[in-house]
């Protein structure tokens, strides 16, 4: 996609923070800012960046001057705070938190429609393919959709456990808002003076937290191998009178076979904590797969393998070690993919009225419902579902959107339905 890695200044002035208001205006009870240097008062305070549109956007105008200037795609990886003050809660709603975020111009609303999708289609496979994680694409209600932006598109999770969406990642067409405000202007083809096409596109560490939620267990983590950091642990197991030495260069060699075929393996040849300390470490840790080698492992030329998931024992020769390994290791990613998808589609309920709504939000659903699409019906719904647990909101209106008849009703306002869309409550 030739989108080019940069950096920008953590520090943004206040008089540059608030030339976007609209903007700024969805973050701006979460801004952190500096008033002092030591001992001394600040003349002026400095903000520490919520997000990086008005730090990099004044650039944009710098280095865009025609349309052999654009596309221009910018990425960069960082850490941003936003001072959160309701829940606060480790890689899903924190105050500080690492993040990529790409920020792009084009000189068409036509490329700029093509990435955002072609983004958003990028966040899909990362979820799905290597996180095991079944997501929706669809578009956010302009209730839900980025401060200043022109429409958001996003990809939402569903915590079965809790009940609860989540925003996975979203890829935003910012129109030209930023661009009017940043002076972005270049000289198009026919030699005329014109506004570029902006999008940006972010997705965080929350990546993490659904990850943990969706797989894990009352043991521990459950890392799909894709991602494992560790995706083979292989731990020595003695027994009396046994020959250490031999067993810990079985393991070693067992490690060096997997490496070489291009695993990521470690073993633990700790001394100081028994085998079966060592396995519930690992397990809690969430490596996929664990391989026990002890005498009789060695006598047999074979290893044990215990599958994470699902915790099957097998014992494998290790003429074959690695064929098993590389089977067990896709079975693994699959597995886990499906029984989150398994999960995920028995919460999805269906209503057509207020009443089956608040039945299904009551049984913490996620929920799809015939709407009007409208703002103010929305906001009329958050208000009547507030409580404890908080309010129910539009997650997203899927891209794949089920048949809807003609004169279907709104399940909240009973005006004519236009779409189907997803809500429920959120992190």
Request: with cysteine; glycine share 6%.
């Amino acid at each position: 996609m030739n989108v080019k890695n940069a950096y920008f200044p953590l520090f943004v002035t206040e008089n540059v923070l608030q030339k976007e208001k609209n903007h700024i205006e969805g973050f701006a009870p979460e801004v952190a800012w500096v008033t002092k240097s030591g001992q001394s008062d600040l003349e002026v305070p400095i903000a520490i960046r919520p997000t990086s549109e008005t730090v990099m956007y004044p650039y944009f105008s710098k280095w865009i001057r025609g349309h052999r200037d654009l596309p221009l795609k910018l990425n960069q990886w960082c850490n941003v705070v936003r001072w959160e003050f309701s829940h606060p809660t480790p890689f899903i709603r924190s105050r500080e938190f690492l993040w990529q975020e790409g920020h792009t111009a084009f000189a068409t609303k036509e490329e700029a429609d093509k990435e955002v999708l072609e983004i958003l289609e990028l966040y899909r496979r990362i979820y799905e393919e290597y996180l095991a994680i079944p997501v929706v694409k669809g578009k956010k209600s302009e209730l839900e959709k980025f401060a200043g932006g022109l429409y958001t598109t996003s990809v939402e999770a569903f915590i079965p456990n809790s009940g609860r969406g989540i925003q996975g990642a979203t890829s935003h067409c910012l129109g030209q808002n930023f661009a009017k405000m940043f002076d972005i202007d270049f000289e198009n083809e026919k030699g005329e003076k014109a506004k570029v096409w902006q999008n940006s596109w972010a997705y965080s560490t929350r990546t993490i937290g659904v990850m943990v939620m969706v797989h894990g267990d009352d043991k521990g983590l459950v890392l799909p191998p894709k991602v494992a950091a560790v995706q083979v642990i292989v731990i020595p197991v003695p027994y009396k009178d046994a020959d250490m030495q031999a067993i810990f260069a079985a393991c070693s060699s067992t490690v060096q076979i997997l490496r070489v075929a291009g695993f990521s393996a470690e073993h633990d040849l700790r001394e100081n904590y028994s085998p079966g300390w060592k396995y519930s470490n690992w397990e809690m840790k969430g490596v996929p797969l664990r391989i026990e080698i002890g005498p009789k492992d060695i006598a047999n030329k074979q290893v044990r393998i215990v599958r994470r998931d699902t915790g099957a024992k097998t014992d494998i020769p290790i003429a074959s070690l690695v064929e098993h390994v590389q089977d067990m290791l896709s079975s693994i990613q699959d597995n886990l993919f499906n029984i989150a998808k398994a999960k995920r589609d028995a919460c999805i309920e269906v209503a057509h009225t207020w009443e089956e709504f608040m039945a299904a939000l009551n049984d913490k659903k996620l929920i799809l419902t015939p709407w009007c699409d409208e703002e103010e019906v929305e906001k009329d719904v958050k208000t009547r579902t507030k409580g404890e647990l908080g309010a129910a909101k539009t997650l997203c209106t899927p891209f794949d959107q089920p048949n809807l008849p003609e004169g279907t009703l709104c399940f909240a306002s009973g005006k004519p339905a236009k779409k189907w869309t997803y809500w429920g409550r959120s992190y």
